[in-house]
């Protein structure tokens, strides 16, 4: 579908792609210069070998040093993308027909590495700060799942995107985050907490992450895709110590490690502080590009029973349509007046919600935002009197 | 075990790691260097965003034309390393409980792919030049599998590795190849062929892959590994069309797609027929070491009933140690001498061979060959007095 969306002349607010312009090139450029001519023969060599499926130590320990709690080096590994992160999850914590739960909606790609391991996915009711906290009692009793276990037993984890959530773009508040965790210690369950965007902050940093308030419960997912550039493949896990060897294990099957050249490109890349140098144009950018939609949608939307939500960060915001229209019927229609977006039901583990649908605010110009947005206020117009 | 026998002061036989004197450190320099600053900011900027799963179409192309068989681009899917291929075929055509055949002994790191989707394993025997067609038809008929199924089915593929095998670097002739694939095609057996070291022959190329005999009946896994480094992950799955989707969606699920940089970086170097330079060079070295260790074993292991044998290339030798004796016994008393290798047993689905260990012959130097296998030699000595 994206790339019946993607093409030429149509305004996407459909992909998930970072804006190019923020990428750093010259940093890049310098860094493989110095990691395959800076620092002898030995050290080029060992960027082009085998590595340790944990990951290059040096961004180990980064990665370590950057979090908010107390994190060994020894609990990081490098994956190749969080994504990755995601499917080794799903290998080591999933039995066919075990349960997982998900927040309603969710990210896709969660939900794409989840299905092979064959688990039953179930949606937890959720706001607009996210997992509804009284609603996962219910979700996380022991039943007896659909494979031959015959005992009892809970979910296996709950999956949350804590800040400026993909797709909707939401945050979850302070006394949220540590209602969900004081429950999730209470009746055993672990999260699984992935964190790509908490870095794309507009005005004020989200609060702590879930994983900072209870290390042994959560295994924490974060990614160099959305701050440095996602060409390179580059994510990292934290988790408990007492699982990392299964984690490595199915590390190892899966693409033995992460390529060894762009760990240590990413590595000199983040010397001396140059995230704290470049993030700051990120945000500033991206919250420029957040207003502009907002501010079209204000203006286009007038007078139309549509609603969205306004991120305090992030790529992504949530609309919802017109009582009665539907997304995915919308989108032909859309793409005809030349603007692309993705239909909300794909993010539904369950009861998907048929008027919502997701918009990337990163992607196109602040330019093509109004125009983009007048696009798809037309097209609603249109369907909507039909 | 690995990181036990890579001590310093151990000479290792046991890592499959290329020779990094091989790695053309150089060529992925000035790559580089053109990927980020000599195609203009768009392509610079392509190359570090996200891409289709696919693949760089070039690199897809440039795959398919190296095959010598007739490939379209559109049944080339670049995959992070060959090992993530097993990953995908096994998340593409193993349920729970369903059968897979294996060589006897097979990689390692298909065993470890192939085990979270719970198969069975089933090793066909095998001979100096491989798979016995003939025990094939009994492994091979349909029998009700461990999970819910009630029809009988057969397995799911047959995995091979057809040239200078990891682990035993012996190689299946031309009438084996042909045997093999007349009989897998009469009784619907798909053939998963994994092909790292093909282009690391000694005096002559080895015969036809088999997916050039049956390309709809096959899946065809190679790598860039051991030709150019293993330090950027790629490698590449060749698979029939109507398989590509359900692999996509695999690959996409496992790491949205391998890393750009990596792939356009791949492309720039295999401009021009680097690799027609490059390959032979790496050829003479690995032959060069190959009978450096052929050597000393004839030497050394004189009067010890210790069997090898002779391979035409790649990167391993296969040894049978006396009756009676243990190779995982072995081990540590050869690290006490001062020289490590793999047992052979980890390479077995079953029926493990516990007299056998693989030898890598590219990874220590012509130099140290000698020293190496006079270490072990006198292990064996002193193990089999004992």
Redesign the interface.
Known sequence: MLKVTEKPGIISFA????S??T?P?EA??DA??KV??GGG?DS????????ASEGYRPLCEWVAASLPWDVSPDQVMIT??S??G??LVA?VLID?GSRVLVETPTYL?AL??F????PQIVGVASDAEGVDVDDLEGKAAPTLRTGASVTPEGPRFLYVLPNFQNPTGRSMSEARRAALVARAAAIGLPLVEDNPYGDLWFDHPPPPPLTARNPEGCIYLGSF?KVL?????LGFMVAPKAIMPKLL??K???????????QRVVAEVLKDGFLDRHVPTIRALYKRQCHAMLSALRTEMAGLDVQWNEPDGGMFLWVRLPEGMNATELLPKAVEHGVAFVPGSAFYADHADPRTLRLSFVTATVEQMGVGIAALARAIREQHGA
Request: aromatic share 8%; glycine share 8%; proline share 9%.
């Open positions: 992909g998930g792609l970072p190019p312009q990428f090139i890049f450029a493989c210069e395959l001519r023969v080029a060599r060992a960027s082009l070998q085998y590595a190749t993308g994504q990755q995601l499917d290998k066919e790609g794409q590495a299905t092979p391991m064959e895709s550039a996602p060409g390179l493949r294990q199915a190892q099957a899966a693409d033995l490690h992460s390529p060894s050249f762009n």
